[in-house]
C-alpha cells in the first residue's frame, strides 16, 4: 500500500505564492510520473503539472511561467511552487503519482487534496 499526504495549502491574496508539496511513502520501488491537478467548485479536474521521472515538466496553459513543478526523488516528493497567485486559481488541489510498488504492479495514486484560495 502507497500513501500520499499533501500539505502547503492555504489562503493567500493575489499576487501571493504558495508551495504545496506531497510525501509518497509505502511499498514504492520507485515513481515514475508525478503531478498535480485542481478541481474548482463546478469545474472537472484538471492537469496544472507533470513532471516525469527524468524531469521533463508539463504545464497547463493557464500556468506556465507562474508555477513550477519539481520533484525530490530521495524523499518520494513532489512539489508545486506556485507565484502570482490569481483568485481563478482557487480550487482543491490533488497530486497524483504512477508508482512500481515492491510487488512489481503498476498502480496510481492520489492525495487527500489540499484546498488553496485567492482573494482577489
Known amino acids: 500500500q502507497v500513501q500520499l499526504v499533501e500539505s502547503g495549502g492555504g489562503l493567500v491574496q493575489a499576487g501571493g505564492s504558495l508551495r504545496l508539496s506531497c510525501a509518497a511513502s509505502?511499498?514504492?520501488?520507485?515513481?515514475?510520473?508525478m503531478g498535480w491537478y485542481r478541481q474548482a467548485p463546478g469545474k472537472q479536474r484538471e492537469l496544472v503539472a507533470h513532471?516525469?521521472?527524468?524531469?521533463?515538466?508539463h504545464y497547463a496553459d493557464s500556468v506556465k511561467g507562474r508555477f513550477t513543478i519539481s520533484r525530490d526523488n530521495a524523499k518520494n516528493t513532489v512539489y508545486l511552487q506556485m507565484n502570482s497567485l490569481k483568485p481563478e486559481d482557487t480550487a482543491v488541489y490533488y497530486c497524483?503519482?504512477?508508482?512500481?510498488?515492491?510487488?512489481?504492479?503498476?498502480?496510481?495514486?492520489w492525495g487527500q487534496g489540499t484546498q488553496v484560495t485567492v482573494s482577489s
Open positions: 497524483n503519482i504512477d508508482v512500481l510498488t515492491t510487488s512489481l504492479r503498476h498502480e496510481g495514486y
Open positions: 513532471i516525469t521521472s527524468g524531469g521533463s515538466t
Open positions: 509505502g511499498s514504492i520501488r520507485s515513481i515514475s510520473a
